[in-house]
């Protein structure tokens, strides 16, 4: 099987690209990213647009970004800041440390927060741990549930 070759992206000050299949994307400063995002690593240091569904292997969000579609990360994806996702988020390790949206539904194996994190939804986790605040509209449904309340923590249902 033949190894595909891919670039890598960075943006920094203000910018703008296409989606498309890379390796390392790295914002700093301001950078929109414009249709479907596949790459092996997500950087985002400041503020970032992304109109489409983003897959990555490892995603880091330090400062604010939008992404409007899902999210599939492999390993983790980790939000130091403030993080709008439009869509579902599929996430092995989810760390929050920041305020995070999410329009649908969370899963993964372990969503952690240290911060604020809102899912319309439904939340699934083998571990969901929080020391933090968040808003599940949904189930919540996880082997483990570990909670330290500092700030309002709601799900609809959990189980």
């Known amino acids: 099987m033949e190894k595909q070759y891919r670039r890598d992206l960075k943006i920094a000050g203000s910018g703008s690209a296409a989606g498309g299949k890379y390796d390392n994307v790295l914002i700093n400063g301001d950078g929109d990213i414009s249709g479907d995002l596949d790459c092996n690593d997500l950087k985002v240091n400041g503020m970032s647009e992304i109109n489409g569904a ?51 539904n969370a899963s993964g194996e372990r969503i952690e927060i240290k911060g604020v994190i809102n899912i319309k939804g439904d939340c699934t986790a083998e571990a969901f741990i929080s020391k933090g605040a968040f808003t599940i509209g949904g189930l919540l449904n996880a082997d483990t549930i570990d909670v330290n309340m500092y700030g309002p923590c709601r799900a609809k249902e959990s189980r």
């Open 54 to 104: 983003v897959k990555t292997k490892s995603g880091k969000i330090k400062g604010m970004a939008t992404l409007n579609g899902n999210l599939k990360a492999d390993t983790f994806f980790m939000v130091f800041g403030t993080c709008a996702i439009r869509g579902s988020v599929d996430a092995k390790d989810m760390h929050v440390e920041g305020n995070t949206s999410v329009s649908e």
